[in-house]
T-cell receptor
Framework: QVHLEQSGAEVKKPGSSLKVSCKVSGGTFSSYALSWVRQAPGQGLEWMGGVIPALGTPDYAQKFQGRITVSADESTRTAYMELSSLQTEDTAIYYCARGRWLQVGFFFDFWGQGSLITVSS | DIQMTQSPSTLSASVGDRVTITCRASQSISTWLAWYQQKPGKAPKLLIYKASTLEGGVPSRFGGSGSGTEFTLTISSLQADDFATYYC????????FGQGTKVDIK
């Protein structure tokens, strides 16, 4: 069975950066899209970016271009998401999700438990 | 970017009701649409992909239809476990979610 285990909750200062990890167990690691989706308090879901380890090149939502980096380490079956220049509006639950991909689109069949990131001075 | 709009935002229903949620895309996405269920404090759960294909283990009371720009999620007979928020998501180009539809108890 596929399981995604994320790193824990963090409190960050405005202007700082965050790095969240997502360890995948079960299933094939390299041929799926590992994506990051966030959910601000009481709000909907927002895709941020993702990477297909077998292909290597990440894709990012335009909104986050320039301050997000998504990567994946096949040797440890772990995906990472780094977000810089944090603002209070970045307070959210950050989910990693395994994506089945088609050309340039993905939908998500397995999700991590979420990592609550609070940005506060 | 492709925008996704769901209606209604909130839906009040009773156990046993037939429930329909609509999702519209700002441009044609063929049938590249998925539906998710999310309960408070939990990650979303995939219900349907390719507009109408039920994910394994999802009860058959859930159904999806549509193509192009208009899609529906139908729950044929609402059960107590179905009170949740539902999201559509296009994957014609990357991924965009609708704003969600909360199904609560009438």
């Amino acid at each position: 069975q596929v399981h995604l285990e994320q790193s824990g909750a963090e409190v960050k200062k405005p202007g700082s950066s965050l790095k969240v990890s997502c360890k995948v167990s079960g299933g094939t690691f390299s041929s799926y899209a590992l994506s990051w989706v966030r959910q601000a308090p009481g709000q909907g879901l927002e895709w941020m970016g993702g990477v297909i380890p077998a292909l290597g090149t990440p894709d990012y939502a335009q909104k986050f271009q320039g301050r997000i980096t998504v990567s994946a380490d096949e040797s440890t079956r772990t995906a990472y998401m780094e977000l810089s220049s944090l603002q209070t509006e970045d307070t959210a639950i950050y989910y990693c999700a395994r994506g089945r991909w088609l050309q340039v689109g993905f939908f998500f069949d397995f999700w991590g438990q979420g990592s609550l990131i609070t940005v506060s001075s | 970017d492709i925008q996704m709009t769901q209606s209604p935002s909130t839906l009040s229903a009773s156990v046993g009701d037939r429930v329909t949620i609509t999702c519209r895309a700002s441009q044609s996405i063929s049938t590249w649409l998925a539906w998710y269920q999310q309960k408070p404090g939990k990650a979303p759960k995939l219900l349907i992909y390719k507009a109408s294909t039920l994910e394994g283990g999802v009860p058959s009371r859930f159904g999806g239809s549509g193509s192009g720009t208009e899609f529906t999620l139908t729950i044929s007979s609402l059960q107590a476990d179905d009170f949740a928020t539902y999201y559509c998501q296009q994957y014609h180009s990357y991924a965009t979610f609708g704003q969600g539809t909360k199904v609560d108890i009438k």
